[in-house]
């Protein structure tokens, strides 16, 4: 049984899909919207507003922890410079997803995250 189990484990060993939920943030972060497969969308949601609320957050501790899971230095600079004056009146819920249909390949539910304006 599996209760009170959070998050998915999408058939990969848990630091390779570490690995894809950073690399999925920081495009996100960069880009402001990536397409993806729907439950992977689901699972990076979380990550990528969390980001979010550190770069509102602002001190040197949350510039830290954000530099622990985002790959890219630059992309943690626009998180404090840029996203975060962005949303300094929303309390959460910085994106969206959008459903795309089924991938041509796999038959996939495919999705579009992207941040709110």
């Known amino acids: 049984m599996r209760h009170r189990v959070a998050g998915r484990?999408?058939?990969?060993?848990s630091g390779h899909r570490r690995a894809m939920y950073?690399?999925?943030v920081t495009d996100l972060l960069g880009y402001e919207k990536i397409t993806?497969?729907?439950a992977k969308a689901k699972e990076v949601r979380s990550l990528a507003e969390r980001m979010i609320t550190l770069g509102k957050k602002g001190g040197l501790q949350a510039r830290r922890q954000a530099l622990l899971f985002v790959l890219d230095v630059k992309m943690?600079?626009?998180?404090?410079s840029d996203l975060a004056p962005r949303y300094t009146e929303r309390n959460g819920g910085y994106t969206?997803?959008?459903k795309l249909g089924p991938r041509l390949g796999?038959?996939?539910a495919m999705a579009?995250?992207?941040l709110v304006e």
């Open 112 to 114: 579009r995250l992207e």
């Open 22 to 24: 950073r690399n999925l």
């Open 106 to 108: 796999d038959g996939a």
């Open 96 to 98: 969206r997803i959008t």
């Open 36 to 38: 993806t497969t729907e």
């Open 76 to 80: 943690v600079e626009k998180i404090f």
């Open 9 to 13: 484990k999408l058939g990969r060993p």
